[in-house]
T-cell receptor
Framework: QQQVKQSPQSLIVQKGGISIINCAYE??????FPWYQQFPGKGPALLIA?????SEKKEGRFTISFNKSAKQFSLHIMDSQPGDSATYFC?????????????FGRGTQLTVWP | ETGVTQSPTHLIKTRGQQVTLRCSSQ?????VSWYQQALGQGPQFIFQ???????GRGNFPPRFSGLQFPNYSSELNVNALELDDSALYLC???????????FGSGTRLTVV
């Protein structure tokens, strides 16, 4: 059973546009929601993370929006650039159980056209 | 540049063989997790070690085992390799205390 559902599977955006990736979860025990960026041949790199006590977190061009009641969270990439082309994974974790086990979504392959 | 180093980067093994993958974490990172990432999928949690003891395991059979050493290095061992074990194996470490995980670049294992 997929603990974290991610959409869309792929996304094509023009340079300067906004990229939006959505995730949903079921387990209300989750209290840590990171987003990872992965380039081919590399491991995932932490982009930004949020905890459920806030509804939004912004770091540069990257923003996480979190809706606790709907059990959904999303990543917004403003002013998307060709260098942002990568696979993005949302994840969720319950720090109270196995310290830091993360459940990942299936990933979104983002392509930003110049 | 990531502080987590994995070796080897690529590996080809025959079905039924055994393999050992290695990870060197950042100094002070006493928590290490191993993940399996199949092609086109998100990483799947295999297990986690904290201060050299396993303290969490995902849905992987016992032929997946691990070790963590005092020098912040760790190993993932897989016995009786199956074709479906072909994947990218990722090591991730953390200093705990709510800090995020840093992933290595992974070992690409191909079982033929």
């Amino acid at each position: 059973q997929q603990q974290v559902k991610q959409s869309p599977q792929s996304l094509i955006v023009q340079k300067g546009g906004i990229s939006i990736i959505n995730c949903a979860y079921e387990n209300t025990a989750f209290d840590y929601f990171p987003w990872y960026q992965q380039f081919p041949g590399k491991g995932p790199a932490l982009l930004i993370a949020i905890r459920p006590d806030v509804s939004e977190k912004k770091e540069g061009r990257f923003t996480i929006s979190f809706n606790k009641s709907a059990k959904q969270f999303s990543l917004h990439i403003m002013d998307s650039q060709p260098g942002d082309s990568a696979t993005y994974f949302c994840a969720a974790g319950d720090r109270g159980s196995t310290l830091g086990r993360l459940y990942f979504g299936r990933g979104t392959q983002l392509t930003v056209w110049p | 540049e990531t502080g987590v180093t994995q070796s080897p980067t690529h590996l080809i093994k025959t079905r039924g063989q055994q393999v050992t993958l290695r990870c060197s974490s950042q100094s002070g990172h006493n928590t290490v997790s191993w993940y399996q990432q199949a092609l086109g999928q998100g990483p799947q949690f295999i297990f986690q070690y904290y201060r050299e003891e396993e303290n969490g395991r995902g849905n992987f059979p016992p032929r997946f085992s691990g070790l963590q050493f005092p020098n912040y290095s760790s190993e993932l061992n897989v016995n009786a390799l199956e074709l479906d074990d072909s994947a990218l194996y990722l090591c991730a470490s953390s200093s705990g205390g709510g800090q995020g995980y840093t992933f290595g670049s992974g070992t690409r294992l191909t079982v033929v």
